[in-house]
């Protein structure tokens, strides 16, 4: 199924959550290797080979489509599990390969050249020049975008550089320097960029302080949640810190991207894709996602003018919903 | 199973784990593949308390007994809400947020277990009502209690999302004000500044 309005990718960080976003009317997935190449490194996560494999056929056999994210950056003089991951997605017959490191992309390029690549928004490109320079240089099809641009932004990115774009349309907020940040690796001495997890579920910790509930990355306290105040991830960028006697959020609050009421908009931008977060999310939270975009986006085919009211609050981070970036623009 | 004496509960456990291990055999060897932990599992409405140990070796699940070594992690809720974390039909994240569910201890052990719990279909009725014998009927009789109770969390956690938030566009609405104070507030700092460094040199140009 390819939907006529917006193409629908959608997240699986397991087989049964692959099963469970194609069921829910998925065009794409996008799922990642048992290891360090993709930015969702946790424990019990992602697909081995033979998952791969049949996640493929599986997919296919319905008419959609699985893109592997292999959006991590080689360690220095260690590029072959990034190699072996490149290599196991065009053997399982993948779609697509969403790449970040240029050195990823070259090899991509040279040993699989009929292999369609995506550029990760690992790759931070949000500029003509930037997005051009991965077209020219690793025909990349595809970039997905980071959630720092405007949908006139958007608009004027696609006119330039006349190449297809997929955007979040729901997910999470944080700085939005993917690929570039920092803050984990500062705490915990483990780089997401190349080791996959931003706050690695090992140097995480809760407790339990009288009702209250303390979460701890390394050593840094991020976080004191009062009895029945709604929790947020244990992420730096969402951490709440004390700077002259006040505790705030600094950098981002708990809050969740939902682009569901502005998808005509970002059509008429001409956005060729819809990306939903959640890799690390249960199947049940990719069901309910799915299934209420699925819908949308029918209802927008179908030639509705907006979508009715959509009951994703509640899988938001924090039950919180923005629409980012889309309507104000970045900070 | 508030009154179902423990050596009863612990022997309905086994015959379920033993369905279990038949039904969802690839569940038991992605255990297995995890590092070895102890989790202590708390129903907040049960007397009883569950600790379930996995990876490297057999994976098994007991009452607590006081003599039980100390667990490498908790997790604690009610029982609606840890059955249908098991069977996969809400999402984990979303109960954190709401606090209906309390972790402590060593993060990755429950990341771990989450995620591969997560990679299975499990549906316990199903499970149940394959079990033979005497503790049959009784336990699918329990499960579908349960499976009623599990329905109704899903509308109250629904419904605790409403009445806690504002709709979307008061919330928008209320960031928009935000911004605009944070605007502000910044356009009156640099103001400050500039006033500040006016001010410093004129004291200097008086001295």
């Known amino acids: ?331 | 199973m508030r009154i179902v004496p423990a050596p009863l509960l612990q022997r309905m456990i086994d015959l379920l784990m033993r369905r279990m291990r038949h039904s969802h055999p690839s569940l038991f060897s992605n255990l297995a593949l995890l590092d070895s932990a102890v989790i202590c599992v708390k129903p907040s409405d049960l007397p009883h308390q569950f600790v379930l140990r996995f990876g490297q070796g057999p994976t098994s699940l007991s009452l607590a007994k006081p003599q039980n070594p100390v667990s490498d992690a908790c997790i604690k809720g009610k029982l609606e809400a840890l059955l249908n974390l098991l069977e996969g039909r809400i999402d984990s994240d979303m109960l954190f947020f709401s606090r209906d569910i309390e972790i402590t201890g060593d993060t990755a052990v429950i990341v771990g277990l989450r995620n591969t719990l997560d990679r299975e279909e499990i549906n316990l009725l199903d499970d149940i009502t394959a079990m033979s014998g005497p503790f049959g009927g009784p336990a699918r009789k329990m499960v579908s209690i349960l499976n009623n109770a599990a329905q109704r969390i899903n509308q109250r956690l629904a419904n605790i999302y409403e009445e806690s938030h504002p709709p979307s566009a008061d919330w928008q609405n209320v960031q928009h004000e935000r911004d605009e104070l944070r605007n502000e507030v910044q356009a009156l700092k640099t103001r400050l500044a500039k006033f500040e460094t006016r001010q410093k040199r004129t004291e200097a140009a008086a001295q």
């Open chain 1, 1 to 331: 199924m390819t939907s006529s309005y917006l193409e629908l990718v959608c997240p699986a960080g397991t087989p049964a959550a692959l099963r469970a976003a194609i069921t829910a009317g998925a065009d794409t997935v996008y799922c990642g290797f048992r290891d360090c190449t993709n930015a969702r490194n946790y424990p019990g996560l992602n697909f081995d080979r033979k998952e791969m494999i049949e996640g493929v056929a599986y997919a296919h056999a319905r008419g959609r489509q699985v893109l592997v994210a292999i959006n991590t950056f080689p360690r220095a003089g260690d590029e072959e599990p990034w190699h072996r991951a490149v290599d196991a997605a065009a053997e399982a017959g993948a779609d697509a390969v969403i790449l970040a490191d240029i050195g990823v992309l070259d090899y991509a390029t040279r040993h699989h050249p009929k292999l369609r690549r995506h550029l990760s928004v690992q790759a931070s490109a949000a500029n003509p020049m930037s997005i051009m320079f991965y077209r020219d240089n690793f025909d990349i099809k595809r970039v997905v975008l980071p959630r720092v641009l405007s949908i006139e932004d958007v608009a004027a990115l696609i006119e330039q550089t006349g190449i297809e774009t997929e955007v979040f349309a729901f997910g999470s907020v944080g700085p939005m320097s993917e690929g570039r940040c920092f803050l984990s690796s500062y705490m915990t001495g483990i780089s997401p960029t190349s080791e996959g997890a931003c706050a690695p579920a090992s140097h995480v910790v809760y407790k339990e302080d009288g009702g209250c509930m303390k979460s701890y990355l390394g050593n840094v306290a991020l976080n004191e949640f009062a009895k029945d105040e709604p929790a947020a991830y244990p992420t730096p960028c969402k951490g709440r810190y004390v700077t002259h006697d006040r505790a705030s959020y600094l950098f981002e609050e708990p809050i969740g991207l939902n682009a569901i009421d502005i998808l005509p908009q970002l059509k008429a931008a001409g956005v060729t894709a819809l990306k939903i977060e959640g890799r690390q999310r249960s199947r049940a939270y990719v069901a309910q996602v799915v299934g209420t975009f699925r819908k949308a986006l029918d209802d927008l085919a179908g030639g509705a003018v907006s979508v009715a009211a959509n009951d994703l609050k509640s899988v938001a981070e924090g039950g919180h919903e923005t629409f980012g970036a889309y309507k104000t623009g970045w900070r």
